[in-house]
């Protein structure tokens, strides 16, 4: 099993950034992939970024040439920063992970087996 601890989270003005961090622990002596993941109230959960265990990332639409997933794989910590965020970033960011490879239909579908309890972030105009 993989626990994961959010932290980073909280309110920004439009055009500003933040960054997010996210604690892994347990069993990460076998190779995992990590992955953020957001959900605004009203709306479904939505992939954000991935980075697999290679050192392989992807990014999603959400915030495409603005977030930035980051990995210190030795030290089991998963960063996202979040540059220029705009109202609609406005979400619960939650940090999950995955024994299986994740970048692609488990990123897109959100079937992770592990996951944080979320940090909120939120922007104002």
């Known amino acids: 099993q993989i626990h994961l601890v959010e932290s980073g989270g909280g309110s920004v003005q439009a055009g500003g950034s933040l960054r997010l961090s996210c604690a892994a622990s347990?069993?990460?002596?076998?190779?995992?992939?990590m992955a953020w993941f957001r959900q605004a109230p009203g709306q479904e959960r939505e992939g954000v970024a991935g980075?697999?265990?290679?050192?392989?990332?992807a990014h999603l639409d959400p915030g495409k040439g603005r977030f930035t997933i980051s990995r210190d794989i030795p030290n089991n910590f998963l960063y996202l920063q979040m540059d220029n965020l705009k109202p609609e970033d406005t979400a619960r960011y939650y940090c999950?992970?995955?024994?299986?490879?994740?970048?692609?239909?488990?990123?897109?579908?959100?079937?992770?087996?592990?996951w944080g309890r979320g940090t909120q972030v939120t922007v104002f105009s």
């Open positions: 980075f697999d265990s290679d050192g392989v990332t």
């Open positions: 999950a992970a995955d024994y299986r490879y994740c970048l692609g239909t488990l990123l897109l579908s959100g079937d992770f087996g592990y």
């Open positions: 347990g069993n990460t002596a076998v190779n995992y992939c």
